[in-house]
C-alpha cells in the first residue's frame, strides 16, 4: 500500500520533473509485474501453483487453459509498456 502511495504522489503532484516522476512510478509497476512473473515462472521449482482450491480457478478458451491471474497481469503489463511509450508531458 505504501509503495502505491509513493506512485500516486508521484504522478499526481505539481512541480519540476513531471515526465522523470511518471517514468520512476512506471518502473515501480513494472517492477511489481516482473515479480509477479518471476514468481509464476518459478512455480514449478517450488510446488506452487497459480490459483487456490477456493479461488479463481484456469479456465479454457480455443482449447488452450488459462490463468486468470495472468492473463490480467499480462493485459496489465502490455498497457503499462504501451503508456510508457507514449509518455510524453509539455
Same mark, same amino acid.
Given at each position: ?22 517514468? $520512476? ?13 518471476? &514468481? ?24 488452450? &487453459?488459462?490463468?486468470?491471474?495472468? &492473463? ?14 507514449? $509518455?510524453?508531458?509539455?
Amino acid at each position: 500500500m505504501g509503495f502505491a502511495l509513493i506512485a500516486l504522489f508521484l504522478i499526481w503532484s505539481p512541480g519540476p520533473n513531471a515526465q522523470e516522476r511518471l517514468y $520512476l512510478a512506471g518502473a515501480f509497476a513494472a517492477n511489481i509485474y516482473g515479480a509477479f512473473f518471476i &514468481t509464476l515462472f518459478s512455480m514449478p521449482f517450488y510446488g506452487g501453483r497459480a490459483y487456490d482450491d477456493n479461488g479463481y480457478r484456469s479456465f479454457a478458451v480455443a482449447g488452450i &487453459t488459462w490463468d486468470a491471474n495472468a &492473463t490480467a497481469f499480462s493485459l496489465q503489463t502490455v498497457l503499462l509498456l504501451v503508456s510508457i511509450a507514449l $509518455l510524453r508531458v509539455d
